[in-house]
């Protein structure tokens, strides 16, 4: 059988079916454009919850419940005691033994003793620590006699950050808790002013960061031209019709070859 050398004219789409693709090009948009958000993996996201909360002196443990479970993840404790001197001393308690407080050395401490650090805006706080949970607390800072230490010490009008690892369900996660604290006076003043936390497993968070993502991560990319004659390219409105279109017809100038 004998073909013409001579290309046929494409067939033209008739003017009542280019009505109804328009039309359910136009119902496909608010499907489609819910379809690819569905698609997308979950993002990171930081929860965070301003506050403005003076840690009492010897009013006991104030909690904090980074991702308001009711269940406590942090105390912060402002105490003082006399015994042959007055001692003051502000600690941050991890009630959970699975919880960590970002830790620093101080010298003052004993020369090798960990201490809270005091973490400035914009570090990263994540797996590489190092953390620590100590029965007691872990210091911020201690005055009185010879006792006196940690990097909180001695700061007339500090607001820093802590460094905190907590788990929810087993799953480790990290956050901040900002405190600004004055701890040349006595008794020492200390102030809860926000605190935050990380809602993806294992993934580090920027102190002071307060929503996600805060750094990039991977996120899912679609092609602007889908395949033809799914919801997906009616979903792009008039761009992906006119793909549709342009592929039928040639499919349908091949076939008439």
């Given at each position: 059988?004998?073909?013409?050398?001579?290309?046929?004219?494409?067939?033209?789409?008739?003017?009542?079916?280019?009505?109804?693709?328009?039309?359910?090009?136009?119902?496909?948009?608010?499907?489609?454009?819910?379809?690819l958000?569905?698609?997308?993996?979950?993002?990171?996201?930081?929860?965070?919850?301003?506050?403005?909360?003076a840690?009492?002196?010897?009013?006991?443990?104030?909690?904090?419940?980074?991702?308001?479970d009711?269940?406590?993840?942090?105390?912060?404790?402002n105490?003082?005691?006399?015994?042959?001197?007055?001692?003051?001393?502000?600690?941050?308690?991890?009630?959970?033994?699975?919880?960590?407080?970002?830790?620093?050395?101080?010298?003052?401490?004993?020369?090798?003793?960990?201490?809270?650090?005091?973490?400035?805006?914009?570090?990263r706080?994540?797996?590489?620590?190092?953390?620590?949970?100590?029965?007691?607390?872990?210091?911020?800072?201690?005055?009185?006699?010879?006792?006196?230490?940690?990097?909180w010490?001695?700061?007339?009008?500090?607001?820093?950050?802590?460094?905190?690892?907590f788990?929810?369900?087993?799953?480790?996660?990290?956050?901040?808790?900002?405190v600004?604290?004055?701890?040349?006076?006595?008794?020492?003043?200390?102030?809860?002013?926000?605190y935050?936390?990380?809602?993806?497993?294992?993934?580090?968070?920027?102190?002071?960061?307060?929503?996600?993502?805060?750094?990039?991560?991977?996120s899912?990319?679609?092609?602007?031209?889908?395949?033809?004659?799914?919801?997906?390219?009616?979903?792009?409105?008039?761009?992906?019709?006119?793909?549709?279109?342009?592929?039928?017809?040639?499919?349908a100038?091949?076939?008439?070859?």
């Amino acid at each position: 059988m004998t073909h013409s050398s001579r290309p046929r004219q494409a067939s033209r789409i008739s003017d009542s079916l280019h009505q109804q693709l328009n039309m359910y090009a136009l119902a496909a948009g608010a499907a489609g454009v819910g379809t690819l958000c569905f698609a997308q993996p979950a993002e990171a996201r930081v929860v965070y919850t301003p506050a403005h909360v003076a840690i009492k002196v010897n009013g006991g443990l104030f909690h904090i419940d980074l991702n308001h479970d009711g269940i406590p993840d942090f105390g912060l404790l402002n105490s003082y005691y006399k015994g042959e001197k007055y001692y003051w001393t502000l600690k941050v308690v991890p009630p959970r033994s699975a919880n960590g407080i970002r830790v620093t050395r101080s010298m003052a401490c004993g020369g090798s003793e960990s201490v809270a650090a005091a973490l400035p805006k914009g570090k990263r706080i994540g797996p590489a620590g190092p953390f620590k949970n100590y029965r007691n607390g872990v210091v911020m800072a201690v005055a009185g006699g010879s006792a006196t230490c940690g990097v909180w010490q001695g700061k007339s009008n500090l607001q820093a950050y802590l460094g905190l690892k907590f788990t929810v369900k087993g799953k480790i996660h990290f956050g901040w808790a900002r405190v600004k604290v004055d701890t040349q006076q006595r008794p020492f003043s200390a102030i809860l002013t926000g605190y935050a936390y990380e809602t993806v497993p294992g993934k580090a968070i920027i102190a002071g960061a307060t929503n996600g993502p805060d750094d990039a991560e991977p996120s899912a990319t679609f092609s602007s031209h889908p395949e033809p004659a799914t919801l997906g390219a009616l979903a792009l409105g008039a761009p992906g019709l006119s793909i549709w279109r342009r592929k039928e017809s040639a499919a349908a100038a091949l076939a008439a070859n």
